[in-house]
């Protein structure tokens, strides 16, 4: 039995759920910070994401039958948060999914967890030009080195597709750093 | 080197165009990974103070006071009480007779149109002939009856 195998028992026994919820935050809450955050971009707002995905593993963590990897489980959840999060953000403020990220990117120049430089921030827009999709895959492979099988198991599309996808993504983005 | 001096592929092809792009795709990745850095930053010791906030009611089980049913039957004890109620202590019956006078004339001054008022009569239009029907004893008595104010009131 591998140590994930371990953790998703000890997850859903009454008995053991608390500790084992302790290490599923240490071991995860990293990497799924950043994931949340390369889409979202603002800290506070990854914040309440990051908050929301581990609050929803805690409350149905019964219900994970093992089909899939812990991890890509976990990295399904703090994705759908996330573009849900964007969604409700559009619907409160009636703009548009891009608008919502048009503002945030707008905001990061003065966001003070945002030390970038005026590349960086070129590079945040040229991401932002992307479609959804595109974005994640890219986020994901640049930022974050996921290897395309995880990838794939987490976006449910194939590797083919994702390579592809990431190639596209790539040519677009240094065309837009490219340009004046 | 030439093309007939390549190494046998033994079978294994490549995708179509895969080594005309190849170069251009090995360039665009290695400018973006010249660009590559983490600008977002995270206030001092987050990771180490993250926790997660669960919420009260994870652990202990709470009657959701929302549930449709729950709403039914509150409805329906508070529809009872209340039919209980007024049927206990509202025995008093009201008829016309028990109207207090003052209230029913402000009410038709106030509320009701003159118009409404028409629902009240019948739709029969007076003529000559209703007028000639009256014998002379009681065309007597009808004018005897005749207040002066009224007379020149009209």
Known sequence: MTDEQQLVLNLQNPKTKNKAFSELVALYKERLYWHIRHILKSHDDTDDVLQNVFIKVHKSIDKFKGDSKLYSWLYRIATNESITFINKKAKRLQITNEEVQNLTINNLQADVYFEGEAIQLKLQKAINSLPEKQQLVFNMKYFQDLKYSEMSSILSTSEGALKTSYHLASKKIEAFLKTD | ?154
């Open chain 2, 1 to 154: 080197m030439k093309k007939n001096h390549l190494p046998h592929n033994n079978g294994f092809k490549v995708p179509k165009d895969y080594f005309n792009s190849f170069e251009e795709r090995l360039n665009t990745q290695l400018y973006l990974d010249d660009k590559k850095s983490n600008s977002f930053k995270t206030p001092d010791n987050y990771f180490e103070n993250f926790k997660v906030n669960l919420p009260q009611n994870e652990t202990s089980k709470v009657i959701r006071f929302s549930s449709k049913k729950t709403i039914i039957i509150i409805t329906s004890i508070a529809a009872t009480i209340a039919l209980l109620l007024t049927l206990t202590f509202n025995t008093k019956q009201q008829n016309l007779n028990n109207l207090d006078s003052e209230l029913l004339s402000a009410y038709v001054y106030d509320e009701i149109e003159t118009e409404d008022l028409n629902l009240f009569l019948e739709d029969v239009s007076l003529n000559e002939a209703d007028f000639l029907k009256l014998k002379n004893d009681n065309l007597e008595q009808v004018i005897n009856d005749i207040e002066l104010e009224d007379i020149i009131q009209d």
